[in-house]
C-alpha cells in the first residue's frame, strides 16, 4: 500500500464498475434499530463483547481509523468525539489518517493494531498479509488479538449500517 492510499478511502471501485458519486438528500431511509432490533442487538452485543479488556484509547483510534478507510462521516464523527471526551490527544486523532507518516504519535502497539485495522477493513486487496498479522500477534495475546479483531469486524459493520442508513454525522443517536 502505497502512502496515498492511506488516507481516507471512499467509493472503491468494483471490477468493471465506475465508482459511484454519493449525494445525499437526506432522505428517510430505515430505521435499522426499529426494523431489525434483533440484529442490531446482536451488533452491540459483539461490540461490547469486543471491547472488554482492551485500552479504551486502542479501541477508539482503530474505529477512527477503520470509519476513515470506509469514508463513515458519522462513526468517524462519533469516535473523534468519544476518543476526545475521554482526554485523548486533539494531534493524535489528527494523525490517525496518516499514521505511517506520523509514527512518532502512536506506540508500536497502536500501529500493528492500526496496521491490523487496515488489512482487515481493506480485506479485498489481498487480504491480510501474514506479516501484518504475525506484527500485531508480537503486539498482542491471543486473547486481545481475538478482541482486536472482532473490534475491527465490529466498526466495520457499524459503518456499513451507518452508510446504508445514510446516518447524518453529527447527530449521534446513542
Given at each position: 500500500?502505497?502512502?496515498?492510499?492511506?488516507t481516507a478511502?471512499?467509493?472503491?471501485?468494483t471490477?468493471?464498475?465506475?465508482?459511484?458519486?454519493?449525494?445525499h438528500t437526506?432522505t428517510?431511509r430505515?430505521?435499522?434499530?426499529?426494523?431489525a432490533?434483533?440484529a442490531?442487538?446482536?451488533?452491540?452485543?459483539?461490540?461490547?463483547?469486543?471491547?472488554d479488556?482492551?485500552d479504551p484509547?486502542?479501541?477508539?483510534?482503530i474505529?477512527?481509523?477503520?470509519?476513515?478507510?470506509?469514508?463513515?462521516?458519522?462513526?468517524?464523527h462519533?469516535?473523534?468525539?468519544?476518543a476526545?471526551?475521554?482526554?485523548?490527544?486533539?494531534a493524535r486523532?489528527h494523525?490517525?489518517?496518516v499514521w505511517r507518516?506520523?509514527?512518532?504519535?502512536?506506540?508500536?502497539?497502536e500501529?500493528?493494531a492500526?496496521?491490523l485495522?487496515?488489512?482487515v477493513t481493506?480485506?479485498h486487496?489481498?487480504?491480510?498479509?501474514?506479516d501484518v498479522y504475525?506484527r500485531?500477534?508480537?503486539?498482542f495475546d491471543?486473547?486481545e488479538l481475538g478482541?482486536?479483531?472482532?473490534?475491527?469486524?465490529?466498526?466495520?459493520?457499524?459503518?456499513?449500517?451507518?452508510?446504508?442508513?445514510?446516518?447524518?454525522?453529527?447527530?449521534d443517536?446513542?
Open positions: 500500500m502505497t502512502n496515498n492510499e492511506n478511502q471512499t467509493a472503491p471501485q471490477a468493471g464498475t465506475a465508482a459511484h458519486t454519493h449525494t437526506h428517510p430505515l430505521n435499522f434499530a426499529k426494523a432490533p434483533k442490531f442487538k446482536a451488533v452491540i452485543g459483539l461490540d461490547a463483547a469486543a471491547r479488556g482492551l484509547a486502542l479501541v477508539e483510534l474505529q477512527i481509523r477503520a470509519s476513515l478507510l470506509n469514508g463513515c462521516a458519522y462513526c468517524l462519533m469516535h473523534t468525539s468519544d476526545r471526551k475521554a482526554g485523548e490527544d486533539e486523532l494523525m490517525v489518517g507518516e506520523a509514527r512518532n504519535f502512536f506506540t508500536e502497539k500501529q500493528a492500526l496496521d485495522t487496515e488489512a481493506l480485506v486487496r489481498g487480504g491480510v498479509p501474514d504475525a500485531a500477534a508480537a503486539h491471543e486473547t478482541h482486536v479483531l472482532a473490534l475491527i469486524f465490529t466498526i466495520n459493520t457499524w459503518n456499513r449500517i451507518a452508510l446504508s442508513t445514510a446516518k447524518v454525522a453529527g447527530e443517536e446513542r
